[in-house]
């Protein structure tokens, strides 16, 4: 029996493109949610609606992307032709053209989220082994003998600082430790910088920081070293690293974090005038306790004479030995008032040289000499750090390098600026700057050989 083959029917309603546009759609913002994405900005274009459109793409794909308006305000560089970026984004699907699209929120340059990145987890690392736990931070002392301060010599940060001491307090001594704050070098500086301060036990509190800049500028106080060192130091620091939003590792492990260079000066500073406001106020305080102490003594020696009573009253059941006992009874009391008189005029002459007038006289004129003392003092410890500062500076000079350039020797740097000690750390050919006292010259290596003894 032969059966005709029948046509196949359908059991759905055909979908229109722009359905099926939407539905894929759909299907890949539910799917994908959001994802990071990092790659190459190219064809980038910015029309007058303020949004941007450019491609993301790689060194095998590419994929195009849309960032709108009122999310690319919050970028703080604006992308370029060829910039490594990576952004945060939606996956999704334009109906109109049925393109595969990202639609981007956040936007930052590569380096700067592989930092952000790295600081998180160093964070974490080192909140779990307890670096940030107030147990052991130390307590800053509210008069400072000596104040160190670990920064660059020519920044705005030592310059807020030295300003700020002046104003509050000036006679105490500041020694600053330069180094290097950003670069590659910083970290290693900042490390050695708080080891040396340390060893010289000379400061008995520590500022460590910088002015403002980028995450990349502040990253040398992010490095663990940095942190490690803070937290072994004996001498308490504290952080003063860019603005009051900048936050970074050394905030955390530091004894104190101040938002500014500024701020930490106004912390480890007392104010001048309002310790003599308080020098003031106990002054007053022990003139008043005087002026009780007199009170008090006065009414005591009152009581003492109410009680000194006539003792006639006692005569009158000896009445009949009146005669007899008169005479002896009225010497004995006029020898008794004499002694009565002697020492009420003894106490007078006492409360006398006790005088809250002269007493506030001999206070005044023991302040005056504590003043002065203090003033000499600080002004004997000011010249002896200058000299010792004067001191080092000559001890420097004398095995500075420039010294020995000027001595006719020069120095041999490779082209990345590495000093050349061994024949064998250059190559036949290799081109190498010669630095001399006045001037450079460029040399080109022919030959070397060992030096041998002859």
């Known amino acids: 029996m032969n059966h005709t083959a029948e ?30 994405v990092q790659g190459e900005i190219s064809n980038f274009s910015r029309p007058s609606s303020g949004h941007w459109y450019f491609t993301l793409k790689d060194d095998k794909a590419q994929v195009r992307c849309a960032m709108f308006r009122n999310r690319n305000l919050f970028v703080k560089v604006p992308p370029q032709e060829g910039s490594q970026v990576t952004i ?9 053209r049925g393109d595969y699209q990202l639609i981007a929120e956040e936007m930052e340059t590569a380096g700067e989220g592989a930092l952000r990145r790295a600081f998180e987890a160093l964070k974490l690392k080192l909140a779990a082994e307890g670096l940030f736990d107030e147990a052991h931070k130390q307590p800053i002392p509210t008069l400072p003998r ?5 920064t660059s010599p020519t920044g705005a940060a030592i310059h807020d600082i030295l300003t700020v001491l002046k104003r509050r307090f000036p006679a105490i001594p500041v020694t600053l430790f330069p180094v290097a704050v950003q670069g590659a070098e910083a970290a290693g500086e900042i490390c050695r910088a708080i080891d040396t301060a340390n060893r010289l036990s000379d400061c008995d509190v520590l500022i460590v920081g910088r002015g403002g800049g980028s995450l990349e500028d502040l990253w040398p106080f992010n490095e663990e070293s ?26 955390f492990v530091a004894d104190l974090r101040a938002p500014t260079p500024s701020a930490a000066a106004e912390k ?3 104010d001048r005038e309002e310790l003599l406001r308080r020098l003031s106020q106990y002054e007053l305080r022990l003139f008043s306790q005087i002026r009780n102490r007199l009170r008090q003594q006065q009414q005591t020696l009152e009581n003492l004479a109410k009680r000194l009573k006539h003792p006639g009253h006692r005569l009158q059941e000896q009445a009949q030995r009146l005669d007899e006992l008169e005479l002896r009874l009225r010497q004995a009391q006029k020898r008794l008032l ?11 002459l006492r409360l006398l040289s ?15 000499n504590l003043r002065e003392r ?36 020069s120095i041999l740097l490779t082209e990345q600026q590495r000093a050349v000690r061994q024949y064998d750390e250059v190559q036949p050919g290799e081109r190498l700057e010669a630095r001399l006292q006045s001037g450079r010259l460029w040399v080109r290596v022919e030959d070397g050989k060992p030096e041998t003894d002859s």
């Open 7 to 36: 046509p196949e029917h359908r059991t759905q309603t055909p979908l229109s493109v722009s359905e099926l546009n939407r539905q894929v759609r759909h299907l890949l913002e539910v799917s994908f949610m959001t994802v990071w």
């Open 88 to 96: 945060r984004a939606k996956v999704s699907l334009y109906e109109g």
């Open 146 to 150: 000596h104040i160190g301060v670990v």
């Open 226 to 251: 940095v942190a490690r060192a803070i937290f072994a130091s004996r001498i308490p620091i504290i952080s003063a690293v860019g603005h009051e939003v900048d936050v970074t590792i050394a905030d």
């Open 268 to 270: 480890v500073s007392p």
């Open 338 to 348: 004499e002694q009565r008189r002697q020492r009420v005029e003894g106490l007078r």
């Open 354 to 368: 006790r005088s809250p007038q002269s007493l506030i006289r001999l206070a005044r004129q023991q302040s005056q």
């Open 374 to 409: 203090l003033e000499r003092a600080a002004l004997q410890g000011l010249q002896q750090r200058r000299q010792r500062i004067e001191q080092a500076a000559h001890s420097l000079h004398a095995i500075s390098p420039l010294a020995t350039l000027g001595r006719g020797y």
